[in-house]
């Protein structure tokens, strides 16, 4: 996350519009996302586009003649060095496939220099075709009407719902998604367990023989402190907490009721795992071997595979009542295009875009990048025999977009302290619930500072409990 004042900010980009023909008529550098190779088996698995790989100021290698044909479209984006390699070989084999068809890259250290640069450029009437950024960053340049509508220009149906979540704007759809990233998996010891439990009761079967709190050995661990990790069970009974097109927010639902009913069981009930525990513990008690089943990023793969961990992932396991497994959030990066694009250029980033998103390219990706398809469908893919992929590719089906970071900050703090609340016995479960949505409501409305929260809810656990 960047920080930097409004009126830094705002001086910034006023120097952006005096320099935005600089900027556009200015040497581009030739540089592409493309994230880092990752093993996940045997180099048969791998596959690469068939291309020569180019370096950070690599120009566009193009005959003369090409060159006095070809129609140029400009594309910018901020990925880290590591991440450009591979959708470099991709452009590259995209022009010999379509030699009129030249692409401009331009790399900026941040998206938020990226944003602030584009949005200068495409109001003073310039800017690149093609720009790459976070689906979640998409709406702060749509509200400045600097991106083109792009509802009837794709076949959005062909995209992980999850994803199709966050290309929404005012009801138009403002970026096609390219890749998804950042969703929570279920995770196994296959030395411990041989498969994945079918739902939360097998979990609790196992845990009440295989469960020692003075060895510090565990048959299942739950991030319960961080928000991201409970929201997900809330998607299990078919019901959400947000909603994408008006930014409301509803946490008193029977559905978030029957998770926190959920939690209250496993902890105080059951009693089979310690509520007050970490993520780093939780990971290394999974590395060490002393926990057999965790919830877990899909971040997390190729750290376990390092390791050398025998282990096995699958969608996370439905709990009691449930209608389906758990929906995490996932975010990943889309393509946008700027409304100052002509006609041609359109048409060219359209192709390449299209491009970028087939199955060919997209299995590619999925198999020699750490991130994962934007894509539907990819898991019936007969060369898809790693189980790995075929089962983080199931959960990726069926999860919810990620929450914008504005309204999850305040949905986290009031999850996470009432939360606390519950399992400490200090509240019902109904009472949680219902005040979970008071307390959002008080924030978004800006009665109650998210800065303030932390305090008011001490003092008035501190008054009840002076109370009796």
């Known amino acids: 996350m960047f920080h930097s004042s409004k009126k ?10 005096i320099t935005v023909i600089l900027i556009i008529l ?11 190779e990752r093993d996940m088996g045997s180099t048969e698995n791998q596959t690469t586009t068939s291309a020569k790989p180019a370096s950070e100021n690599e120009e566009s290698n193009i005959t003369d003649q090409e060159t006095s044909e070809a129609q140029a479209i400009t594309f910018w984006n901020s990925c880290e060095p590591k991440e450009r390699i591979f959708l470099m070989n991709n452009i590259e084999s995209f022009k010999r496939e379509n030699p009129l068809i030249d ?9 938020e220099e990226l944003m602030d640069t584009f949005s200068a450029a495409s109001l003073a009437g310039a800017g690149p075709d093609i720009v790459l950024l976070g689906l979640n960053s998409m709406k702060g340049l749509a509200k400045e009407n600097v991106l083109k ?8 149906d062909v995209f992980i719902p999850g994803l199709n979540e966050l290309t929404f704007f005012d009801n138009k759809r403002f970026i096609v998604p390219f890749n998804a990233s950042d969703f929570l998996l279920f995770y196994y010891n296959k030395d411990i367990i041989s498969q994945a439990p079918a739902d939360f009761e097998e979990i609790l079967v196992f845990a009440r023989d295989n469960t020692g709190f003075e060895e510090e050995t565990y048959a299942f661990l739950l991030n319960a402190s961080q928000p991201e990790w409970i929201i997900p069970f809330i998607g299990g009974y078919l019901d959400w907490i947000y909603d994408y097109d008006n930014g409301s927010i509803n946490l008193s639902s029977q559905s978030v009721q029957k998770t926190l009913g959920f939690l209250e069981e496993f902890y105080n009930i059951e009693n089979v795992a310690p509520f007050n525990i970490g993520y780093e513990e939780i990971n290394d ?15 997390a793969i190729e750290e376990y595979i390092e390791e050398g961990i025998n282990f096995g992932v699958s969608k996370i396991p439905k709990t009691a009542g449930a209608f389906s497994n758990p929906t995490p959030m996932v975010t990943g990066m889309g393509f946008a295009i700027n409304v100052n694009s002509t006609s041609k250029s359109f048409e060219y980033s359209k192709q390449f875009i299209n491009y970028m998103i087939s199955s060919e390219i997209q299995k590619a990706w999925m198999l020699n990048t750490s991130s994962y398809p934007s894509i539907i469908g990819l898991e019936k893919e007969e060369m898809l025999t790693n189980d790995i992929f075929y089962n983080t590719l199931l959960q990726l089906k069926i ?12 949905i986290r703090e009031v999850i996470k302290l009432n939360t606390e609340s519950l399992i400490a016995g200090n509240i019902s479960i109904e009472d949680a619930a219902n005040k979970m949505q008071e307390d959002i409501i008080k924030m978004k409305s800006g009665q109650l500072q998210i800065e303030d929260y932390s305090d008011a809810e001490s003092d ?9």
């Open 399 to 410: 999860c919810r977009g990620q929450i914008p970071e504005e309204d999850l900050r305040l």
């Open 103 to 111: 692409i401009i890259v331009k790399h900026y250290r941040s998206e």
């Open 285 to 299: 008690s999974f590395k060490a071997g002393q926990t057999a089943m965790i919830i877990n990023g899909s971040w």
């Open 149 to 156: 509508d792009l509802s009837d220009e794709f076949d959005y």
């Open 8 to 17: 830094d900010r705002y001086f910034f980009r006023s120097l952006k519009y």
């Open 26 to 36: 200015s040497a581009s550098v030739m540089v592409i996302p493309g994230c880092a």
């Open 460 to 468: 008035e656990e501190e008054v009840q409990g002076e109370n009796g």
